[in-house]
């Protein structure tokens, strides 16, 4: 049986193998799911090594991208490698969690709802400039740049009026300092505010004392109901297995029941907003 991460190689290179013939027979990506029967957004997936298609799919793929017998073969030979390994029907596992975010956005126009909880920090979607480099600690001047340029690919995202959000904030993470009241200050207020300035964005409060049931130890994103992303060091696990997919949609249902309502939420946000501010103009005139 293959380990894992051999598995990961093959199914890049078995992406990698199919998006050349798909250009050798100049065929977009587009056309080229259309007559495999795919969507556009299942084919890009699997060209970029995030989604494990079928043997079956592989079949359709060989066949309509006009593969000669060697390259079919060896087509055959990668996806029966894969669906010997276990693990690699369950999670892809991608290093680089920066690049593989980016990645994953650009694969978002088919993708109808976006749910995100984190319980120790505002879910990523949501985070201020200022947040999201205090949150991260020290980066060069490059992942810098990326993390920005990825802040305002997802800020893009949100106001596409085909998408739909619903974020989970955890009042303990709201009670973590993540760099100074002034900064604390302005992400609890702008919080408050997503409803307004995306109508199709929802934020709600999970009280401290809530019993989610169960525990969350970790932040996780929902995309289109069908595949599950963690962002774990050093990289993104993504999630596609409808049993492993499951577990995190039963999670969902639990913060929707313990959260509190879109207008409980942003006066709680305000709260702690002006409550930061206040600790903010303390350190100002002690300074």
Not at 132 to 153: D, H, M
Not at 203 to 232: C, K, N, S, W, Y
């Amino acid at each position: 049986m293959a380990r894992s991460d051999d598995a990961q190689h093959d199914l890049d290179d078995l992406g990698a193998l199919l998006r050349v013939h798909r250009k050798k027979a100049q065929l977009t990506g587009t056309e080229a799911a259309r007559r495999a029967g795919f969507t556009q957004s299942k084919l890009s997936k699997i060209e970029n090594g995030v989604l494990l298609p079928s043997p079956q799919d592989v079949r359709l793929l060989t066949t309509t991208l006009g593969m000669d017998p060697g390259a079919t073969a060896h087509a055959l030979e990668l996806i029966d490698r894969l669906q010997d390994d276990s693990a690699a029907r369950r999670i892809v596992v991608r290093r680089g969690a920066l690049t593989e975010h980016a990645a994953l956005l650009a694969k978002f126009s088919e993708a109808g709802w976006v749910v995100a909880a984190d319980p120790a920090v505002v879910p990523d979607w949501l985070r201020t400039r200022e947040y999201l480099l205090a949150a991260a600690g020290p980066l060069s001047e490059r992942n810098i740049r990326a993390a920005t340029a990825l802040q305002r690919k997802r800020r893009r995202l949100m106001a596409t009026p085909s998408l739909r959000f619903e974020f989970f904030v955890f009042e303990q993470a709201m009670r973590t300092h993540v760099g100074s009241a002034r900064i604390m200050s302005e992400q609890m207020l702008d919080l408050a505010t997503v409803g307004e300035r995306h109508p199709d964005a929802v934020v709600r409060v999970i009280p401290r004392e809530a019993g989610v049931t169960p525990a969350l130890l970790h932040g996780f994103e929902i995309h289109d109901d069908r595949q599950v992303v963690l962002t774990l060091m050093p990289g993104v696990v993504v999630i596609t297995s409808e049993d492993d997919v499951q577990p995190f949609r039963r999670m969902v249902d639990s913060l929707r029941a313990c959260a509190l309502s879109e207008d409980a939420s942003r006066r709680c946000l305000r709260r702690f907003g002006l409550a930061y501010r206040s600790n903010a103009l303390t350190e100002k005139f002690a300074s």
